[in-house]
């Protein structure tokens, strides 16, 4: 039986352009690897059956903030978010803690204790995103070039300071905090929130992220499904098959088959032969697409060329525990955070990018950590807490800044003395926190790797972020869209624009380059005729 269009991956991606093309009356079918939709967006009970933990990502701004994935209505299909009782923390050495709420006047005032004239400079900041934010997350989103969101930004351009905006959005984040504030505080929240990416805190494009991020968590907060990260896929699934569309699990793609320049069905690992009529959408990593499921004679020599020089993002390790008490801050803030920043400086997580850019393990890995329990009290019995940090480190290892013991092989050796690293860091914000660690799980780069085949080497956002993989750079010169050099092929994984985060835009934008070449090619067929 042939479908419309066959979307090879379930993550979230996937799942979007499959709603989508569904929306439109076209056949749909979805086919994943894994026994389970999602990707990078599920949860487990494999570190101890009473705690719920998210087994790669978890907390959610961009789909928050997502057109597409507010239009899909996914609340009707089961989706509940929760909110922490604040969105992100960061201790700091003094003992008190940067804040950020959902409150804008909340983390204002809590900055300006800290620093005079830091809240009304954070509520300036807070106006000028309230007029070009939207447009801004609009733009980055679409499809390259953002006309409609574009304009929009370009009409409040001057409402925001004109090109000085434009200067501080290209300011790495380590000067835009700088610049911005006198204290502490909003620093940290925005060099962390840079962070998240692989861009250095030094670099241009650093500063657009930092901003991003955080006024993002000022406007939509940080929130998480409840009941796990796994709720969110379930929810795009439910939707899917409301609407006819297929889903087979356990379902591993080996080839795409090309005829005459066109992609006509998929191949699966049992021999089986899927039909599309219309497009495949590949919601896999661009090495995958162009180096395994297509053979070279399909590709055109600058795109194999040009795919030697795709640069992947850093690995990652993630370790997630189960509390039997909630973590033991040194000193515990008035409102307890769900996202946790730990670095002791803006310098330190400079300093702890640099090792991982010149391929060394950090000596102090900068931590993103998650209070999920906190953040969503489904998710452990009441007083214990669900928790993970994860860290980068270099897809290659050449040297380790610490003590000299992590090889780089990231073996179960490996994993646990770094594991034992990123612990040690947050005991020392927590003295106690390892007597209250019931069960303990290290996810390397293999393991993460083994249970979702995109995240290569733990790499999370389908390649690197940093400005020459960007727009028109991605994933190749020359692109910035979903189309691929073969007709009814689109990329609709993080490796496409506009790359990574839980936002569904590669898949929908694949979609919406499926749904528009079919629109052209149909006329054309009954002139031929």
Known sequence: MSHDAVVVGSGPNG?????????HDWSVLVVEAQPDVGGAVRSDRDVHPDFVHDTFSSFYPLAAASPVLQRFHLERHGLTWRHAPAVLGHPLSDGSWALLHRDREMTAAGFDTQHPGDGEAWLATCAEWDRIGPDIVGALLAPFPPVRHGAGALRRLRSVGGLAF??????????????????????????????????PLDAPGSGLFALLMTMLGQTVGFPVPQGGAGRLSEALARRLRSLGG??????????????????????????????ASRAIVADVAAPHLYRRLLAPDDLPARTLRAMQSFQL???????????ERPVP????????????????SVEEMTEAFGQVQARAVPARPFLLAGQMSTTDPTRSRTGTESMWAYTHVPQQVVSDAGDGSIRGAWDRDDCERF????????????????????ARRVLGPRELEERNANLIGGAINGGTAQLHQQLVFRPVPGTGRAETPVRGLYLGSASAHPGGGVHGAPGHNAARAALLHARVRRPLTLVRR
């Open 15 to 23: 799942l979007v352009a499959a709603n989508h093309l569904a929306d």
């Open 166 to 199: 434009v200067r501080s959005l290209l300011t790495p984040a380590l000067e835009l905090g700088r610049n911005r504030f006198g204290g502490v505080g909003p620093r940290v929240l925005l060099a962390g929130n840079a962070g998240h990416a692989d861009i």
């Open 246 to 275: 297929e889903i087979r699990t356990c379902c591993e793609v080996v080839r795409i088959e090309v005829d005459g320049g066109r992609a006509v069905a998929v191949r699966t690992s049992d021999g089986e032969r899927l039909a």
């Open 313 to 323: 993002d850093p690995g990652t390790v993630k370790v997630d525990w189960a509390l």
């Open 329 to 344: 801050w040194r000193s515990a803030p008035l409102h307890q955070p769900g996202t946790v920043h730990v670095a002791d």
């Open 419 to 438: 594991a034992d690293r990123i612990q040690a860091r947050v005991e020392e914000l927590a003295p106690g926190f390892g007597g209250r660690v019931v």
